[in-house]
T-cell receptor, first 112, second 114 residues
Framework: QKEVEQNSGPLSVPEGAIASLNCTYSDRGSQSFFWYRQYSGKSPELIMFIYSNGDKEDGRFTAQLNKASQYVSLLIRDSQPSDSATYLCAVIRSGSARQLTFGSGTQLTVLP | DAGVIQSPRHEVTEMGQEVTLRCKPISGHDYLFWYRQTMMQGLELLVYFNNKAVMDDSGMPKDRFSAKMPNASFSTLKIQPSEPRDSAVYFC????????????FGPGTRLTVL
């Protein structure tokens, strides 16, 4: 089992729709969870981080964490073509200081 | 405020040659990370430093890779000898103690070993 798993996609949604990206992790003791966005040929950039169970909203983005189910998701409301990118889920596992373990990423395409 | 700086941005070399990648972290950041990204393996942590000391290099092939951080504002990742399987994008990232653990990535170095 991979430590951080994501559906590789590609995921296609029409412009204006809600895009839902999912991630599961294997280390139950993981404390910190991150979503990075990576445009083709560019470096990853942070979208959101979440530490506590529940929802965290920032503009059109909502991160959801359920530690009991070892599941973290990212919702993008009113999706725009500029949201088309690969979304990387990352986790800091227990006892690993500040080391991020990344999932393989989900490729999102927002169709105009 | 300048972000993480990496050089070169692109490197093409022949198998067996030495390659040196360079990174300047964000000023004040005391953690520095080196990652490698390939289509097959995704984003993998090779090594990371805290206050210039290596904290974990378990992801780095030690027979050919070496990483150094001689001062707080400069790090190198050296590959000697390089092999075609080392072809990848190498990212450097930094963060600071007491922050939200957010890592800021440099633009990356695309390495091609022929």
């Amino acid at each position: 089992q991979k430590e951080v798993e994501q559906n590789s996609g590609p995921l296609s949604v029409p412009e204006g729709a809600i895009a839902s990206l999912n991630c599961t992790y294997s280390d139950r003791g993981s404390q910190s969870f991150f979503w990075y966005r990576q445009y083709s040929g560019k470096s990853p950039e942070l979208i959101m981080f979440i530490y506590s169970n529940g929802d965290k909203e920032d503009g059109r983005f909502t991160a959801q964490l359920n530690k009991a189910s070892q599941y973290v998701s990212l919702l993008i409301r009113d999706s725009q073509p500029s949201d088309s990118a690969t979304y990387l889920c990352a986790v800091i596992r227990s006892g690993s200081a500040r080391q991020l373990t990344f999932g393989s990423g989900t490729q999102l395409t927002v169709l105009p | 405020d300048a972000g993480v700086i990496q050089s070169p941005r692109h490197e093409v070399t022949e198998m067996g040659q030495e390659v040196t990648l360079r990174c300047k972290p964000i000023s004040g950041h005391d953690y520095l990370f080196w990652y490698r990204q390939t289509m097959m393996q995704g984003l993998e942590l090779l090594v990371y430093f805290n206050n210039k000391a290596v904290m974990d290099d378990s992801g780095m092939p030690k027979d050919r890779f070496s990483a150094k951080m001689p001062n707080a504002s400069f790090s190198t990742l050296k590959i000697q000898p390089s092999e075609p399987r080392d072809s990848a994008v190498y990212f450097c990232a930094s963060t600071e103690e007491g922050a939200t653990d957010t890592q800021y990535f440099g633009p990356g170095t695309r390495l091609t070993v022929l």
